[in-house]
């Protein structure tokens, strides 16, 4: 089988088994701090386990995509190296939210793995292993199933502490948790590995594919295990190592999905396809790449756009090993596409994008290698002995993106050696300061678990009566009532207050009955419910309470104008720009509007005016907004986007605004009645965020009237300025620059003059060290430029010589040293001048006939300069 066909079958199982098929959700997790990526199947369900949300159904069946690249979960180094580690996976599973338990999803496993209508898998091939107390799992396995009893296998706590476990599963050190029961195939004794629990069972013989977890017990901060209400069923099984058995091969590589990435990845290097590790990181790596792309990430210094840079640069490097010339890595994207595309459509949607941005980002690492190789000439030029630092190793492969082995190569050309225990050392302690400041670990007691769910009454109004307060919470605890000057979480059954999400700030102003004041500072969501973030100004407010609420109208309003305008200009842009422009961020609050989009390049002025015309077109068109409430395939089947960082459910909201729908979208915020209400969009700005994305802001409505009023004001009091009018403003400021470059021409021709004098007089002053001119001397008074163009001089009068010059301005030294040709091969200007820049506290570097330096120790520049003999000495005597 197919590995497509195996998807579809595992699905369609499940289907027919009263699951619904769940669409895979995006591999950047929404409103979970604990991930860095999507990285298991049970991710989206997360809320469902924990008893914060509620779908139309008790179990799914879903076959998720998963990068595992960064923060805890990280198999990056091990791809190309083992036949089953990736940075991207698929990973099939099935899902009982309180429904059905142990008995029922081990019979579904066992049946769609052995039944001759589904992988019809010998059975005698699968062993299985159960948590060591878990005896009804254990029963299942032998008294339902009929697995004998030498390959059903107990597993206890062999990871150092109880409930650490091979089969014990945990969301966290707190929270859902429970035994699990793995399924193993038996690749054949002519396989290298023992069993699961054996000392050989790392080998490649028994592979696990299947893994049952029973969500059974609630584990609190003190350790101890409570049955859970409600036990639930998470599943998973890789997509990839199934097909390795049903396509009767023992790594994943070697699968079809695989045989076709690695065919184009040969083709784009221009290498043989001959099993190499790296040829594998690139087949590996492209999926990754791209996914994380067509889901929004974009290549970037922190966070999840430092992982996927990692990831690009990881696999040119590979491919630069293999004999790439030049950029390659992005021409396998077509490859993927037709591999995939027709599982994730996201991929042919954004098949442009991903190519654009891997191409850019490939470029810009050649010219990192570039810059890492000056560096790392500067830095050896300075070195002492033979070996190169390990902290120089690591910052060149962290700040820079050097490869080590590539600082390796260069080592060995120059006789010199790596300290790689001091790299190492400076990765663990690199790796130490990412789980210190990572947020992968969470009390999931401490959440807000409430049953039922706030009523939002704001799309209709701003105030509401009779509301009734349902739970209370002060610095996370519950609590049944609240003093004046209680910050304090108000959880209402229904309310008009808009909680922050999709971009939308929260909204604030007040509840309230006749004996207490609450002032609603923020509004966020917790799970199905909305909390009210307030101060107690009067009273006592007790659960239990009836209040009224009263939002701040002006400030909603505002709102809806920019948010309503946030719809309009990303039409816009993709009607002018093209639809590869897709959002990437967004801030929607009173004061203005932000929104990040996909784009490569800066957009200029006059097309800016051109899309502010064209969303002021809609609104001075006037037209009713529109909302739909429907079913999410409804929604997409009407040409719906839907907006990124936003969370929708099995019903949504359909936005339909401006002219002949001129903008569909998914979006639960609120929003104008009709489109002139937004009153005016004015762009106030628009740049670069990221590699492919920019940021434009706006404003709207009185914000923006009031913006062009403050730039008006600032107009008038230039033309005061500059003795003229609002019209005439423009010409006068030319004429002013124009007038100041000439100036600035006039002061570096008599800096020019004033140097040559005085290096005349220094002429003078050189010492011949052997049969070489050397001048060392401070030139008062000189910038940069008249340095350099000094030591040129000096360096011409002398012939044969070495001069450096020195100049002091607002405490700090800059440093000029020049050689000339027939000195260059003995003593380099570059080297120079890092040596004397190391002596007063600064750093520098350039070509070995001139080379520029700075530092800020002043009181350490006329010894620097007095050392220059000895270090011409040494090097030409």
Not at 246 to 259: C, G, K, R, S
Not at 435 to 443: T, Y
Not at 693 to 720: H, S
Not at 768 to 787: H, R
Request: charged fraction near 25%; charge should be negative.
């Amino acid at each position: 089988m197919k590995s497509a066909e195996i998807r579809e079958a595992f699905l369609r199982f499940f289907e027919q088994k009263g699951h619904a098929r769940v669409a895979s959700s995006s591999l950047v997790p929404h409103d979970d701090p604990t991930l860095l990526f999507t990285n298991a199947g049970m991710n989206q369900f997360k809320d469902c386990f924990l008893g914060l949300d509620k779908r139309a159904y008790t179990r799914a069946t879903s076959s998720q995509k998963c990068v595992r690249a960064g923060g805890k979960h990280n198999d990056l180094e091990n791809v190309g190296y083992t036949a089953r580690h990736h940075t991207f996976f698929e990973m099939l599973g099935n899902f009982s939210f309180g429904d059905y338990f142990k008995r029922d999803a081990i019979h579904y496993a066992w049946e769609f793995l052995t039944s001759p209508q589904w992988l019809n898998i010998p059975k005698d091939k699968l062993t299985v292993t159960v948590y060591a107390s878990d005896d009804e799992a254990y029963a299942l396995w032998q008294n339902d199933i009929g697995v004998p009893a030498e390959r059903i296998i107990r597993i206890g706590d062999n990871k150092g502490a109880p409930y650490a476990s091979d089969n014990f599963w945990a969301m966290g050190d707190t929270g859902p948790c429970g035994p699990c029961t793995e399924i193993f195939y038996d690749h054949g004794a002519d396989i290298a590995g023992g069993p699961p629990g054996s000392p050989d069972e790392d080998g490649d013989r028994f592979i696990e594919i299947w893994n049952n977890v029973f969500m059974q017990f609630n584990r609190t901060a003190d350790g101890v295990l409570h049955p859970l209400p409600a036990p639930s069923v998470d599943t998973g099984m890789g997509l990839e190592r199934i097909s390795a058995v049903m396509q009767h091969v023992h790594a994943n590589y070697e699968i079809d999905l695989f045989q076709s990435l690695l065919k184009a990845a040969a083709e784009a290097i221009g290498c043989a396809n001959d099993n190499q590790a790296s040829l594998k990181v690139v087949a590996d790596h492209i999926r990754s790449c791209s996914f994380l792309i067509a889901d929004g990430v974009v290549p970037s210094n922190e966070g999840r756009g430092y992982v996927l840079r990692r990831i690009i640069r990881r696999a040119c490097r590979h491919g630069n090993k293999l004999g790439a010339t030049g950029t390659f890595f992005h021409r396998v994207v077509p490859a993927l596409v037709m591999e995939m595309g027709g599982a994730y459509p996201e991929l042919q949607a954004q098949q442009a994008t991903i190519i654009r941005v891997l191409q850019q980002e490939e470029e810009q690492f050649a010219r990192t290698l570039e810059q890492g190789l000056r560096i790392l000439d500067q830095d050896l030029a300075g070195l002492k002995g033979s070996v190169i630092p390990g902290e120089t190793v690591f910052r060149l492969y962290d700040t820079y993106g050097f490869p080590v082995d590539l600082t390796g190569d260069i080592a060995r050309e120059r006789d010199l050696t790596l300290d790689l225990a001091g790299f190492e050392a400076a990765m663990t302690a690199q790796r130490e300061r990412a789980r210190a400041s990572s947020r992968f670990d969470m009390d999931y007691n401490t959440l807000i678990k409430l049953d039922g769910e706030t009523t939002f009454l704001g799309y209709a109004t701003t105030q509401a009566d009779a509301l009734q307060v349902r739970a209370l919470y002060v610095g996370g605890e519950s609590v049944t009532s609240a003093n004046v000057g209680d910050q304090v979480a108000i959880i209402l059954d229904k309310t008009p207050f808009y909680a922050e999400s999709g971009g939308q700030a929260g909204d604030v102003g007040y509840l309230r009955n006749a004996s207490v004041v609450a002032e609603v500072q923020d509004t966020t969501k917790a799970g199905a419910h909305h909390l009210h973030q307030a101060m107690i100004t009067a009273g006592v407010l007790t659960v239990g309470d009836t209040l009224a609420a009263d939002v701040r109208a002006d400030l909603r309003v505002a709102t809806a104008r920019n948010h309503s305008a946030t719809h309009l200009l990303h039409a816009a842009l993709r009607e002018t720009l093209g639809t590869h422009v897709t959002q990437k961020g967004s801030l929607v609050c009173a004061d203005y509007l932000r929104f990040d989009f996909s784009h490569p390049e800066a957009i200029p002025l006059a097309t800016l005016r051109q899309i502010e015309a064209r969303v002021n077109g809609q609104i001075l068109a006037n037209t009713a907004v529109e909302t739909d409430v429907t079913d999410i395939d409804t929604a997409r089947a009407k040409g719906a986007m839907a907006l990124f960082g936003e969370k929708y459910g099995d019903v949504v909201r359909v936005l339909t605004m401006g002219e002949a729908g001129f903008s569909v979208e998914l979006c639960g915020g609120t929003h104008v009645a009709r489109t002139g209400d937004i009153g005016l969009l004015r762009i106030t700005s628009e740049a670069g965020v990221a590699a492919g994305v920019r940021r434009i802001e706006a404003r709207t409505g009185e914000g923006a009237l009031a913006w062009l009023n403050a730039g008006e004001q600032t107009l008038l009091e230039l033309a005061d300025a500059v003795k003229g009018n609002r019209d005439s403003v423009a010409g006068k400021v030319r004429q002013l620059l124009e007038r100041q470059r000439e100036l600035e021409k006039e002061l570096d021709k008599l800096k020019s003059k004033v140097a040559a004098s005085a290096g005349n007089d220094l002429v003078n002053q050189a010492e011949l060290v052997g049969q070489v001119q050397v001048l060392a001397s401070v030139l008062d008074g000189a910038d940069a430029k008249s340095l350099r163009d000094t030591v040129d001089q000096l360096r011409n009068k002398l012939g044969q010589s070495v001069v450096v010059l020195a100049t002091v301005q607002d405490g700090k030294v800059s440093l000029a040293a020049g050689v000339s040709a027939d000195v260059m091969s003995r003593v380099k200007a570059g080297e120079l001048v890092s040596y004397l820049a190391a002596q007063v506290g600064g750093k520098g570097g350039g070509r070995p006939d001139m080379a520029m330096a700075g530092g800020s120790d002043v009181g350490a520049l006329p010894a620097a300069l007095a050392s220059v003999k000895q270090f011409v000495n040494e090097r030409v005597n």
